[in-house]
């Protein structure tokens, strides 16, 4: 025990003591406002599943020295797309060309990565424009609604008992990629290789599918949030997603991940996403308008990352 | 006459335009260290790479205990018992020394084929004690390392893998004297041990302390071969710089 908590650096410990802070802040000064109702904190889960779902395979890929920026668009179009099919379809098949519209885009993004050997930042600069645009066009810019119940229950209103259907998502994917991450040889690999991808490659490592894996990996956990938001919300529109980059990233980097490769921690990525939503919360019934909330979400941000990102660049 | 359990027959490699290697020959056995000099581009490190799969040779061949063997991958060459020590480390410095000691290789255990962190440290420990490298702990990251301890690290986890033979490309450029020394007696164990080694260096005082062969490269092309005890420093010198 002591070797472990010895293995966990100072700075995880940061996102955890500002979630109680800001927490325990919330809680007093939103005390009246329902701030710790029973249906406000299960809504806080409600609306940060996405942003967990995707933060978790968002570990990988920061992990792994990487980055991708399509996420966000990702989501409009994979949730256009699965809307769009469930008219005519049946929700499986629907659900199936979802989740192929991420894993495509996450083997093309791999594919340009490793075979051109480019940066991440660029490739995916530029499919997120690709993408943000084949989402205006594909349903000219018009919201589809969903209205298969099955799935609006099990991807995003229902409940099991008293927990919301979408909580066992986020816990699932959390669940899976942190014994992925911290006990599977991919985890380690991962690390390996954004840490030092030629010590990576010499010692056998096969660094490039580690890399197409990782954004593989991105593009399908922006497919399955797609999916959720899809189900919560009972429809697409082209505009889901468009402020998930950012959250993301701020989540994921909170949460002990190293930016620039072979450090992550998985469990650090919940705790930071839940953070990211228990601030849009509490924003938001302190009255603070959406301009307001982005404002305020802004400025935290930066004060966040200054606090944990400081002193990474330098080994 | 039995076949030695390294022999090298004209390797060449081109890199585009540019031939790096032309014409390297030379044979190494177990339990000998065969030391392979020359100036800043001589090709010395071109052909450790060849000969740890990093990259192929354009022609020639390579053969271990008389069989010829191709190294699609650095992977294969590891399979074929061979291990190098790169001239820059190569070492994932945020990762715990024991993940670095089996990086690729990692030992699992279970159905759920869980990484067995436990048994690494542990074996690692087992290693460093061994080899008598004062590390505090396995679990220690490399960057909280010192630079001999770093290279004790690269060295002990290529003898801990090599079957057959180490590549050794600079092994001690970074380091102090003292760290040199303890270096060297690493690299006299292994030997002790068996193992074939092939030696890049550019300090000749080395080269003469641990090689029981010299082989001369000059801008890709192999000049000689000498017994070290039957040649100098300074003719050594001489074939490098090209004035013999």
């Known amino acids: 025990m002591v070797t472990r908590l010895r293995e966990v650096e100072p700075r995880r410990f940061v996102v955890y003591a500002a979630f109680l802070l800001i927490f325990v802040f919330f809680a007093a000064t939103l005390h009246d406002d329902g701030f710790l109702s029973h249906t406000n904190l299960l809504n806080i889960v409600r609306q940060t599943t996405p942003i967990t779902v995707m933060a978790v395979a968002v570990v990988f890929v920061l992990s792994a020295g990487e980055i991708d920026l399509s996420l966000g668009a990702v989501v409009a179009l994979s949730a256009l797309v699965t809307a769009d099919v469930m008219q005519s379809h049946s929700a499986v098949l629907a659900i199936a060309a979802g989740l192929g519209v991420g894993i495509g885009v996450g083997v093309v993004n791999g594919l340009f990565v490793t075979v051109l050997v480019l940066p991440s930042f660029l490739v995916t600069l530029a499919s997120m424009g690709v993408i943000t645009g084949l989402a205006r066009s594909v349903t000219d810019l018009q919201a589809v609604a969903v209205e298969n119940q099955r799935f609006v229950d099990v991807f995003g209103s229902g409940n099991v008992g008293p927990i919301p259907s979408l909580a066992f998502w986020a816990l699932g994917a959390v669940a899976l990629g942190h014994f992925v991450f911290r006990h599977r040889r991919f985890g380690a690999h991962v690390v390996a290789v954004g840490d030092n991808a030629r010590a990576a490659r010499a010692a056998g490592i096969r660094v490039d599918r580690v890399h197409l894996a990782v954004f593989i990996l991105s593009g399908a956990s922006a497919a399955l949030a797609a999916i959720l938001y899809t189900g919560r919300l009972q429809g697409a529109s082209y505009t889901l997603g468009e402020q998930d980059l950012l959250t993301v990233i701020a989540a994921v980097v909170i949460g002990g991940t190293r930016l620039f490769g072979g450090e992550g921690s998985v469990i650090g990525a919940l705790v930071g996403s839940l953070l990211m939503g228990m601030l849009t919360n509490g924003l938001i019934l302190w009255g603070l308008t959406s301009s307001g909330q982005l404002i305020a979400q802004g400025a935290l941000l930066l004060l966040a990352i200054s606090l944990t990102l400081r002193g990474q660049r330098g080994r | ?244």
């Open chain 2, 1 to 244: 006459m039995p076949m030695p359990l390294l022999r090298v027959e004209h390797l060449r490699k081109e890199f585009g335009a540019v031939v790096a290697v032309d014409g390297v020959t030379l044979d190494a056995d177990g339990g000998e260290v065969v030391a392979l000099v020359g100036d800043n581009g001589a090709g010395k490190s071109t052909v450790v790479n060849c000969l740890a799969g990093v990259y192929p040779p354009t022609s020639g061949r390579i053969l271990l205990d008389g069989a010829a063997v191709q190294f699609p991958h650095p992977l294969e060459a590891r399979r074929q018992g061979i291990e190098a020590v790169f001239q820059d480390l190569a070492l994932a410095e945020l990762q715990p020394v024991y993940m670095n000691m089996f990086l690729g290789r990692e030992l699992v255990r279970g159905p759920l084929r869980r990484l067995d962190r436990e048994a690494m440290s542990a074996e690692t420990q087992r290693l460093l004690d061994n080899l008598d490298v004062r590390i505090d702990s396995p679990r220690k990251t490399i960057r909280d390392l010192s630079g001999g301890q770093r290279q004790a690290v690269a060295i002990a986890r290529a003898v801990h893998w090599a079957q057959r033979l180490v590549l050794m490309d600079e092994p001690t450029a970074s380091l102090g004297v003292a760290e040199t020394q303890r270096v060297e007696e690493l690299i006299r164990r292994l030997r002790d041990r068996g193992t074939a080694i092939l030696l890049v260096s550019h300090s000749l005082d080395q080269v003469f302390r641990l090689a029981d062969r010299i082989c001369v490269l000059r801008r890709g092309k192999q000049v000689e071969i000498r017994t070290a005890a039957q040649t100098t420093g300074e003719e050594i010198a001489a074939m490098i710089t090209g004035l013999l």
